[in-house]
């Protein structure tokens, strides 16, 4: 089981008294946070491991999301290096990243995953938009990372995998519900039980892209969008993501009476009433 406080809680990135995100545990966790007005980015920090994930960089995205600026409106996630995200830092399966639970304790590990999808469930929040800006390698954990996040902009090198069944493992970190959302259930059980490579330009034409640029392309990519992004009504953003999120498991009058709740809401704000 996973390191822990006196009082059984597991540690995370904001155990100071006053809540506010404590920077040495992020930078230990392998994170970096640059806030800028409305938009913040997220940077995977450990560029000699390919940003190979632990359950402290879990942990770390956890007390991000928790601790974020109300006026961010786009969160950016980038890798720092030649990869996104190699996924799990298999150095934790022999005791090296805080205690690798073997799941005898079943209760326990349940609560713990919890802890640690926290750190991805954050990035579906109705009053972000989330940005994966993908290269290399987005290899189990971190192809689940990118999964998580709103919109894909992925560099021409970028090369996509669900790794976890090949090591006896189920993807546990959000990442099964988009997937088959995105490609349908035949791909997704093909990609997951052969663990095999996606790169660019099959991402693009199955969905798992949404922009798809030359790698030294990649960051001029990010900006126009996040541009483009923060150009349109702020309220209208929020409403809209929380609708469309909404509408895969709406029936159609549900849907239709989700638009009308949203678009009274908007009538109200745009004309003072």
Not at 8 to 14: D, F, K, S
Not at 80 to 87: L, V, Y
Not at 199 to 221: F, N, S
Not at 250 to 266: K, T, Y
Request: charged share 25%; net charge negative.
């Amino acid at each position: 089981m996973a390191d822990a406080n006196t009082d059984g809680r597991p540690e995370t990135a904001t155990d100071r008294a006053d809540g506010a995100l404590d920077e040495a545990a992020l930078k230990e966790a392998g994170l970096r946070l640059e806030v800028a007005g409305a938009v913040a980015t997220v940077t995977l920090d450990r560029p000699e491991r390919r940003n190979a994930m632990t359950f402290a960089t879990w942990r770390g995205l956890a007390a991000i999301g928790r601790s974020l600026p109300a006026d961010v409106r786009v969160v950016v996630l980038r890798g720092e290096g030649p990869s996104f995200s190699a996924g799990i830092d298999l150095g934790m399966f022999s005791g090296e990243g805080g205690g690798f639970t073997d799941g005898a304790d079943a209760e326990g590990t349940d609560r713990f995953i919890a802890e640690l999808q926290e750190g991805y469930t954050w990035l579906r929040r109705p009053e972000i938009v989330t940005v994966a800006a993908v290269h290399g390698h987005a290899i189990g954990a971190g192809f689940q990372l990118a999964l998580a996040c709103d919109i894909r902009v992925v560099a021409d090198d970028a090369e996509f995998c669900m790794k976890e069944p090949a090591l006896g493992l189920v993807p546990d970190l959000t990442g099964t519900k988009p997937l088959v959302e995105i490609v349908g259930i035949g791909r997704a059980l093909e990609l997951c039980l052969t663990a095999r490579t996606v790169r660019a330009e099959e991402a693009a034409r199955i969905g798992l892209a949404e922009i798809t640029v030359p790698r030294d392309g990649l960051d001029g990519a990010v900006r126009d969008l996040v541009d483009a992004l923060l150009a349109v009504n702020a309220g209208a953003a929020v409403a809209t993501k929380r609708l469309l999120w909404q509408a895969p498991g709406n029936s159609l009058d549900e849907q239709c009476a989700a638009e009308r709740r949203e678009q009274i809401g908007r009538l109200r704000d745009v004309f003072g009433r």
